[in-house]
């Protein structure tokens, strides 16, 4: 077995889910996305291109993942760049772009929620970060895919307390819902409208999964262990696409996540 990290095959299991040649969003503090895509450009799909709320812009080749200079990505190695409106309405419906959303909380039919925790919308539990253009996206593609970094039945809830991303209804005009998530325990598919595991973490059992998620778990009667990071992609990830471990910042909180952002900002000359 490689010696892996949980981010890094979590960033693997992102990459796999590229094909080349397609348009790929990034949305806003997204570096677990962002390596794993420009992973997937490294090795099987050398023909994405790339948008990005960051800089508005899109763009074909790629620079390493930073925090404090990250907009050099998009802003000097931009091909077009386009407002945020412009971008929703006109882009997005046009093209078939592949987006991966980061849920507070997800149901089992893939209805997420990124407005707040609590059902009292004036004195939520939580404030959290906003929809973006999440209700816009989510209403009509089919390209909506999910990643939890770290996976609790805090997340994975049988009712999302707000709607900001549509999931699997039979009531929708157009769009699928969400396709495919990847957590820090396994990954799973929408077969039949209904999230189900397909394949678990290695050191990770179905038990396990289960007892950290809010709802019944369908699990797929072809169910396997993830497969692990190769070498070669473990070093692109270390040494060429984030080797200022920027998409760690996504799995951690408190001070070692402060700690780990003061590194990154240091080393990057931008304090």
């Given amino acids: 077995m490689s010696d892996f990290t949980i981010d890094e095959l979590i960033c693997v299991c992102i990459s796999r889910q590229v094909e080349d040649g397609e348009l790929l969003a990034q949305g806003i503090n997204t570096p677990l996305v962002m390596a794993g895509f420009i992973l997937a450009k490294c090795t099987h799909a050398p023909h994405v291109k790339f948008t990005s709320a960051i800089g508005q812009s899109l763009v074909e080749e790629w620079s390493p993942l930073g925090v404090g200079r990250v907009e050099e990505m998009w802003l000097s190695k931009s091909q077009m760049h386009f407002g945020f409106v412009a971008g929703a309405v006109e882009l997005l419906p046009a093209y078939e772009l592949k987006e991966f959303f980061r849920p507070a909380q997800v149901d089992p039919f893939g209805n997420f929620n990124n407005v707040a925790i609590g059902s009292d919308y004036a004195r939520p539990r939580m404030r959290l970060p906003g929809t ?56 799973f598919d929408w077969a039949e409208g209904r999230m189900r595991l397909i394949s678990y973490h290695p050191g990770v059992t179905v038990e396990q999964i289960q007892k950290k998620t809010g709802f019944a778990l369908t699990v797929a009667p072809d169910l396997i262990e993830t497969l692990v990071p190769t070498a070669e992609e473990l070093r692109l990830l270390r040494e060429a696409i984030d080797p200022l471990n920027v998409r760690k910042l996504e799995m951690l909180g408190g001070s070692a996540r402060k700690d780990l952002l003061h590194d990154i900002l240091t080393r990057e000359g931008a304090l």
């Fill in 132 to 187: 973006g253009g999440i209700p816009d996206v989510t209403t009509f593609s089919n390209q909506v895919y999910l990643y939890v970094p770290r996976h609790s039945r805090v997340t994975f809830v049988e009712k999302v307390d707000f709607v900001s991303g549509l999931g699997h209804s039979p009531e929708r005009e157009r769009g699928t819902g969400p396709r495919y998530l990847v957590s820090d325990l396994g990954q």
